[in-house]
């Protein structure tokens, strides 16, 4: 995996600025998830979204596999980090 901008990889960043960018943790309930758990809760948000907005088939195929590279960790740190920054 290469780096981009400052991004694990290309799949990261665009999955992170597309569909998680904006996201209030409180809103969604994923403010006391530990980093861990909020990342599988991310992972499990968009690929719900895969599921409702992408008919079945070989888009759907090559979105999952686009998500498969995802460092959803690194997401959820992003996350953490900054509604920290919002709390103080």
């Known amino acids: ?3 981009y901008n400052g991004w694990t990889n290309y799949e990261t960043w665009r ?3 597309e569909l ?9 309930g994923w403010h006391k998830l530990d980093r861990y758990d909020l990342a599988s ?3 499990d948000y968009v690929d719900e979204l895969l599921e409702s907005s992408t008919p079945e ?3 759907l195929d090559y979105a999952r596999a686009f998500v498969s590279d995802v460092n959803w960790y690194e997401i959820a740190e992003h996350m953490v980090e900054a509604y920290a920054d919002q709390e103080a």
């Open 1 to 3: 995996m290469s780096d």
């Open 15 to 17: 999955v992170n600025l």
């Open 20 to 28: 998680i960018d904006g996201l209030d943790p409180r809103e969604m």
């Open 41 to 43: 809760a991310l992972k």
């Open 57 to 59: 088939g070989i888009a």
